[in-house]
Structures are given as structure tokens and as C-alpha cells.
């Protein structure tokens, strides 16, 4: 028995490697991956070798990025963190054969895992299996954004997901993956209204498509149309909160013009490079907004004690259960074999081909998914 694995030789060079498949040994158990999600921002940079984590690392312990030895360098043999799983074998009692679970081991066919090392997420009966492979990262990142907007306006006292967008005007930068699930998620927990703004017009229909409102921030002043409408007072206009879902400073830029004075950007984004678009002279300083980062690996220190990644996985599901047609007609736009991983990844990288979600389908993916 084998698995394949998508594998970066280098720049722009994608293989297939096969590997030995390892039987479970005490205390582990294997999986044959069902799904597999691309994310076609971490992922592609890795393909253009733009990733900051080719040529430095991150220092857990003292909190610093050190630029020098590469902490992710060639061959990458793991991309990927959006896969779905079906249990083939255990050797541990934490985990039953046959069971569906959401992970994060990336573009493999197979994988032995250790369920005290890796993290997994058993997936209900009435989920679509195709959209499981939002729950182990995906899906709680962008609930976490929301996490850290509740923080933002009601520190420890934040109590639901919910707390920092019910009854406010949200802006969402960006209507990638990210973005989209970001604003359906505001609009879930009972946002006053929420608009994204991307300069992709294909992003734009997809978000129409999900029932939401999407501007051309290259067409028109979006800031100057938003805060137009949305006023608060004399001198107060703009978005309550900005959830900037692009990795573009130009992005982080305009998420600053749309809010309020004393406003926050909830920032989910990845940045692969400088900011020569921010301007932190203008809206920022004059404005006095806050720019608050939000990534899966930290929920709001404040709420640590009952929010964790768990918790965000919960979320997640309940917003693909009540959102789940649209986002399998919608935002899943291409299912393929594994064995073209290579050239689609290929393909995205040099834009000769434009997909909002991608997912590999694993060989027995029909038989398992049904």
C-alpha cells in the first residue's frame, strides 16, 4: 500500500511523490483522505515562492519572525491544511474506524495520525462531507475574526460569537473563501448590514450569488459611498467593525478609510510582502482606528478560558449546516482527482485558470462521501 503526496521541488514545481503507506501502531490511526481544500492564498505562495516562511522563521518562544534560514524551505512536502478523512484503521480507543473526521495534514492520500498530536474533528451525519473540509482550520479562522471583534467591544464580558457584529455595520475586505465566510458569518449572527468589497468581479458574483451585498472599491469611493450612509452621529460615520480578508496592504488601507472614528480592522489576512500602500498618517492617526489581528492560533487572550479551537470548529459547522446549498452550489467551484493536483496548483499559480474553491477528491471519495 502507498500514498501519493503533493510535493514543491522548488519555485513553481509540482509533484506527485508516492510513499510508503505506515500501518497504525499503538496509540495512532490512519485515515484515506475523502477531500482535500486548496487555499489558494498560503498555498500559491508556497508555488511562487513568495512565502515570508521560505526564507525565515517564526520564533514560538520569543514571539519574533527571524529572516535567515528558511523555517519552511524546499521540497515542501506538506501543503495544504483542509482535508476530510475517513478512519481505515486504529490502534487507539480515542478514535473508531469508520469514522469521518475534518483535519489538517495536507495534499495526501492517506495519513497516520497521532491523536495526541494531531487535531481532529469528527464530522456529523447531516454534513455535507464536501464542505467538511472548512472545520479543522478554515472555517474556525474566520470565526475567530468574529471572536476578536466580540473581544474588541466587550473585552472578558463577550459571551457568543455573535457579540461584536449584532445590530452594527460591517464591512468585509476581500471576498475570497475567507472573506465569504467571514460576511456570512456576520450576517448569521445578526449583522445590521454587511457589504464586501473586492475588485474581482467574479468574486463579486459568487458573493451576490450567497445573497450578499459586493462593491468595486476600483469603481467608485466605496468609503466615501458607506460613510455616506452609515452615520452614527455628527462627525461619526462608517463601519462598526472591518474584517480585512486580503493580503494586500491596499486592502488593510481601505478597511481604515471605511470605519468610524475609534473604529477597529479585524484583520485575518496573510501578507507576503511590504505596505508600501499604508498610509498611517491619514485615516488611521486622524481617526484614531486599531488594527486587531485575528489567526486561528490565538483566540482573544481575554476569552482563552471558554473559547478554543474547538469551540470555533462548532461554529463553523453550524454555519455550513444553515448555509450549506448555497456554498456547495456557489463557492465550491471545481472537484478534481488527486492525480491533477500538480497541474492545477500549476495552473492557479500562473493564473491560467481562476476557481474560488478547489477540492481534491480522494479514490474512493464517492464511496465514502455517500
Not at 165 to 181: K, P, S, Y
Not at 246 to 262: D, H, I, N, S, T
Request: aromatic share 6%; with cysteine.
Amino acid at each position: 500500500m502507498s500514498d501519493r503526496v503533493v510535493v514543491l521541488a522548488g519555485p513553481g514545481r509540482v509533484e506527485l511523490r508516492t510513499e510508503e503507506a505506515q500501518p497504525p501502531r499503538e496509540g495512532t490511526f490512519r485515515v484515506e483522505t475523502v477531500y482535500s481544500g486548496v487555499s489558494t492564498g498560503t498555498e500559491l505562495s508556497y508555488v511562487k515562492g513568495t512565502n515570508p516562511h521560505l526564507r525565515g522563521g517564526w520564533d514560538p518562544e520569543l514571539g519574533l519572525f527571524r529572516p535567515g534560514v528558511a523555517a519552511t524551505p524546499y521540497p515542501v512536502t506538506r501543503l495544504g491544511y483542509m482535508e476530510v478523512g475517513r478512519v481505515v484503521a486504529s490502534a487507539t480507543p480515542a478514535v473508531a474506524e469508520g469514522l469521518l473526521l475534518a483535519m489538517a495534514y495536507g495534499h495526501r492520500t492517506g495519513y497516520l495520525a497521532d491523536p495526541l498530536v494531531d487535531r481532529f474533528v469528527p464530522l456529523p451525519d447531516d454534513l455535507d462531507p464536501l464542505l467538511g473540509v472548512y472545520v479543522a482550520h478554515l472555517g474556525p479562522t474566520c470565526a475567530n475574526g468574529l471572536l476578536h471583534a466580540a473581544a474588541d467591544l466587550y473585552g472578558p464580558n463577550a459571551r457568543e460569537l455573535g457579540d461584536g457584529v449584532r445590530g452594527r455595520r460591517v464591512a468585509v475586505t476581500g471576498a475570497g473563501v475567507v472573506g465569504l465566510l467571514t460576511a456570512l458569518f456576520a450576517r448569521a449572527h445578526g449583522a445590521a448590514s454587511t457589504v464586501l468589497l473586492d475588485p474581482t468581479p467574479r468574486r463579486r458574483e459568487v458573493a451576490a450569488a450567497l445573497g450578499l451585498t459586493a462593491l468595486d472599491p476600483q469603481e467608485q469611493d466605496v468609503a466615501l459611498l458607506l460613510k455616506s450612509a452609515w452615520a452614527h452621529g455628527k462627525g461619526d460615520r462608517g463601519a462598526d467593525v472591518v474584517f480585512q480578508c486580503r493580503g494586500q496592504a491596499g486592502a488593510l488601507q481601505l478597511g481604515l478609510r471605511l470605519l468610524r472614528p475609534q473604529g477597529t480592522v479585524v484583520d485575518l489576512a496573510f501578507y507576503q510582502s511590504g505596505a508600501g500602500d499604508l498610509r498611517l498618517g491619514e485615516e488611521f492617526h486622524h481617526n484614531g482606528l486599531t488594527v486587531r489581528c485575528a489567526q486561528v492560533g490565538r483566540v482573544p487572550r481575554e476569552l482563552a478560558a471558554s473559547w478554543d479551537r474547538e469551540r470555533l470548529s462548532l461554529e463553523t459547522i453550524g454555519l455550513l449546516r444553515l448555509y450549506a446549498d448555497i456554498l456547495r452550489r456557489h463557492v465550491v467551484s471545481a472537484v478534481v482527482p488527486f492525480d491533477e493536483a500538480p497541474r492545477l496548483l500549476t495552473d492557479l499559480a500562473q493564473r491560467r485558470r481562476d476557481e474560488t474553491q478547489v477540492i481534491f477528491a480522494g479514490d474512493r471519495a464517492d464511496e465514502w462521501s455517500g
